[in-house]
């Protein structure tokens, strides 16, 4: 099909808000990505997208496309970033804490329990203060350590900062990963090891950030994992697989009734777009996340 033609084409459907699933990747050619008043969000998912991710954009262009999208929240943020996203009206709905932030060393060696009890000691009051309330953690790899000394190791240490957490009205919440393709190693690569972890730890303000993503190339059987232990799930991240790119038709994932089984849970967090965009210029990667949002916003 003719590109130019292609593209008058969704457009056209844009404009008359009938825009199907299968045709949202050809959004990505227009010129500005500002909200449309033939779409509403819904109001269902909490949406957000991960800063890393949009990076090509300065934060202050980001929190304006963010806006435009209709929707005000910024996953991945450091308390350095949070004066610039507050001056826009937008949130944080993933912190990270000030000092030292690493994926592979993380809870489950007691040698790193001393900095990071000081870390999340100090991160937990400025999130609560900044009216955020999640705070992101790590596992670290596991460098030989079988999984069940990994997992008592991080129980150990975690149950140090969550009375803290819970007189914060704070959660912090252990992100999982695959360990097939892009993070070797890592413990925290199941959502079952995670959920016996929440179960160790017997604090309610204790959660794991379910990537969707990374579980599926990990274990798949997102919807069933998701129904079966959403009370232990307390974020999500989207990402297309295989490749972590547009969550569209191009990928083997089938984001609306993922999402569907997540609103059907009864969760009222965020849901935080996590692809890297492929597009050869600024405005179509931000479109790209605009084709996001439209899909899950069920």
């Known amino acids: 099909m003719n590109k130019k033609s292609s593209r008058r084409e969704a457009l ?42 949009y990076s090509f954009l300065p934060l202050d262009d980001l929190c304006g496309l963010v806006k435009d999208l209709g929707f005000s929240a910024i996953d991945l943020l450091a308390p350095k970033d949070w004066p610039t996203v ?14 030292k932030i690493s994926l592979t060393e993380g809870w489950n060696n007691k040698n790193n329990h001393a900095w990071l009890i000081k870390d999340f000691t100090e991160a937990i009051p400025l999130v609560a203060k900044a009216g955020y309330k999640n705070l992101i953690c790590f596992s670290g790899n596991r460098n030989g350590m079988d999984d069940e000394t990994g997992m008592k190791n991080c129980a150990e240490g975690l149950k140090q900062i969550m009375s803290l957490a819970e007189q914060n009205g704070v959660i912090i919440q252990m992100e999982l990963f695959n360990s097939k393709v892009d993070h070797k190693d890592y413990m925290a ?8 972890l929440c179960k160790k730890i017997g ?19 997102v919807i069933r994992t998701i129904k079966d232990n959403h009370q232990y799930f307390g974020h999500y991240h989207t990402a297309g697989v295989p490749g972590r790119h547009e969550i569209d038709a191009t990928q083997e994932l089938y984001y609306p009734a993922i999402m569907k089984a997540i609103v059907e ?16 210029g600024n405005t179509s990667k ?9 899909i899950c916003d069920v």
């Open 286 to 294: 931000m479109f790209a996340l605009k084709d996001a949002i439209r």
């Open 189 to 196: 690569d199941k959502s079952a090891w995670g959920v016996d």
């Open 86 to 99: 507050q001056k826009h009206g937008i949130t944080c709905s993933m912190c990270y804490t000030a000092g």
């Open 265 to 280: 849970t009864g969760y009222k967090g965020y849901v935080a777009q996590e692809f890297i965009p492929t597009g050869t």
């Open 12 to 53: 056209k459907k844009l404009a008359a808000g009938s825009l199907a699933a299968g045709s949202l990747t050809s959004l990505n050619a227009f010129a500005s990505p500002k909200k449309d008043d033939a779409f509403k969000l819904k109001g269902n998912i909490n949406h957000s997208v991960c800063s890393w991710t």
């Open 203 to 221: 604090s309610p303000n204790f959660k794991l950030l379910y990537d969707i993503y990374h579980m599926q190339i990990n274990e798949g059987d």
